[in-house]
């Protein structure tokens, strides 16, 4: 059964404020209101050799009134928790769509805000999927279990040093706009993650290796073994980590690579997931990293990949780090076709840019990662879907005369067109003649988007697939920050470039 609606939250006075926000606006004159009350509560625990170097708990509370008036957007937000404040919040959103409006008609543009329709969702209540909330077990037995997995690493010969991190986040939000939509959810996240460190004390060479275990929408569960194996990853790092550092270089040139999904999913979200962010393709998100080469105009004609490639966008995945009920614009949650057959047939996208473009209803892709900051389109859960009957990565690997195995992200570099990239890994195992023979380190492949994933040549299947993700995507100005999933299987793409990273660097 899923978790209630915290009390705490609910004995706010959320209705009220946005009865007082959203009558303000009408009487206005706005044509859209929305109003917006967030609670979104953070918290880091971090230990260096099972000893603690940090903490920190934190709680954002406000909210936020959204208006359209004279065609152009206002915006402001509050903290004082009155009716009155409320309206007076609303009056400003109302004045800074007027005063745009005007700057607007002044520099010739004739363009208005205009919203895609949406079903009105009234009363309605969404809480993600997760047994237990990490706020409610103790510090101490956050920090206990960190401490334990750092000392098993410690324990063995060759590991130097460990950091241990726990990040999880409780989010509430509070949705009501002038249309009778209004919606109350709840959303809980965690990211464990551990990095040993092996140091050659004759040569002073040093290298790490960090557990694979992705962020997920889970809860305490995820860490005493609901959803991934901590046993058998910490058990398995130290000899993997002995072996890289043992490792010789990779010899730069073309390979067959099998990724595995916990290096795919970053190049998805690079190379698709922000390409297909239907704002940047059209140039209207660009200051911060910048446009796309998928542009609007080569929908359903682009070939984005092989006719193996298969993309959806999705804020239904249970687990996933950007599923919700309904995005910040109270659109109900969906999931579409990004890519299918290789073919660019759709994109991420909220209710303005929808109806600016034609392509009706939005997809739900509005989020705010406050009630201070305006929302703005964000990405879906965006995944590679598995063969249905496709191979397992063994297998993948057994069809591999000469190439690399590919585990773990770790840096990546993608230019301002989402085109040309280059991605590193935790870990990069050689293939011979079908079979693993050993690590190599210093290895990057780089591509364009298009060769890269026009090069796939097989897709693994479900047994193989892994929902990845990040709590960090960066966008917007002022920045913004969201969490999102990327699932993915094991693929296997032919003669990709591969470049020795400790040659370029010079070393």
């Not at 010899?251 to 916990?262: A, F, M």
Request: glycine share 10%; hydrophobic share 40%; net charge negative.
């Amino acid at each position: 059964m899923p978790h209630p609606i915290d009390e705490a939250f609910t004995a706010l006075p959320l209705r009220h404020l946005a009865d007082a926000a959203l009558a303000r606006a009408r009487a206005l004159g706005a044509e859209h209101a929305d109003f917006r009350l967030e609670r979104v509560r953070s918290a880091s625990w971090r230990l260096r050799d099972a000893r603690p170097a940090g903490s920190s708990d934190t709680t954002d509370l406000g909210y936020a009134v959204r208006v359209v008036h004279g065609g152009a957007w206002g915006f402001a937000s509050g903290v004082d928790l009155t009716p009155d404040a409320a309206a007076r919040v609303a009056s400003q959103a109302v004045a800074m769509a007027r005063l745009s409006a005007g700057v607007i008609r002044a520099a010739g543009s004739r363009e208005r805000v205009e919203l895609a329709d949406e079903p009105v969702h009234a009363d309605r209540t969404w809480v993600s999927s997760y047994a237990t909330d990490p706020f409610a077990v103790p510090d101490a037995e956050k920090s206990a279990l960190l401490a334990d997995w750092s000392a098993r690493l410690l324990a063995a010969d060759g590991v130097d040093h460990v950091d241990a991190s726990l990040m999880a986040v409780h989010e509430n939000k509070f949705y009501a706009d002038t249309a009778g939509t209004s919606t109350t959810q709840q959303r809980v996240r965690v990211h464990p993650a551990l990095t040993a460190v092996s140091v050659d004390g004759s040569s002073g060479e040093f290298d790490s290796m960090r557990t694979l275990a992705p962020p997920a929408g889970r809860g305490w569960e995820y860490l005493t073994g609901t959803g991934w194996d901590w046993d058998a990853e910490l058990a398995g790092m130290p000899e993997l980590l002995a072996e890289k550092m043992r490792a010789p270089s990779v010899e730069p040139g073309p390979y067959d690579l099998v990724v595995d999904p916990s290096n795919l999913w970053l190049t998805i979200h690079e190379s698709v997931g922000h390409a297909t962010e239907l704002d940047r393709a059209l140039g209207y998100e660009a200051a911060y990293a910048g446009t796309s080469f998928a542009t609007f105009d080569r929908l359903g004609t682009l070939r984005y990949g092989s006719e193996l490639m298969n993309v959806t966008g999705d804020r239904t995945a249970e687990h996933g780090l950007a599923t919700v009920g309904y995005d910040d614009e109270g659109v109900a949650a969906q999931s579409w076709d990004l890519v299918r057959d290789g073919t660019l047939v759709g994109y991420q996208t909220d209710r303005r840019i929808a109806r600016l473009t034609g392509l009706g209803r939005s997809n739900g892709c509005a989020y705010a990662d406050s009630p201070a900051h305006v929302p703005v389109q964000r990405m879906a859960n965006v995944s590679l879907r598995p063969d249905p009957g496709g191979l397992s990565t063994e297998d993948l690997i057994g069809g591999v005369d000469r190439g690399i195995y590919v585990v773990g992200d770790r840096s990546w570099s993608i230019d301002m067109q989402r085109y040309n990239f280059q991605f590193t890994g935790q870990r990069f195992f050689r293939i011979e003649n079908g079979r693993l023979a050993g690590q190599l380190r210093d290895v990057a492949y780089q591509a364009t988007t298009t060769d890269f994933w026009g090069s796939m040549a097989a897709v693994g299947g479900p047994r193989t697939y892994v929902l990845g993700g990040a709590f960090n995507c960066g966008k917007a100005q002022p920045g913004q920050v969201a969490a999102v999933s990327h699932g993915c299987p094991s693929a296997l793409f032919r003669g990709v470039g591969v470049l020795n990273t400790a040659r370029e660097a010079g070393r």
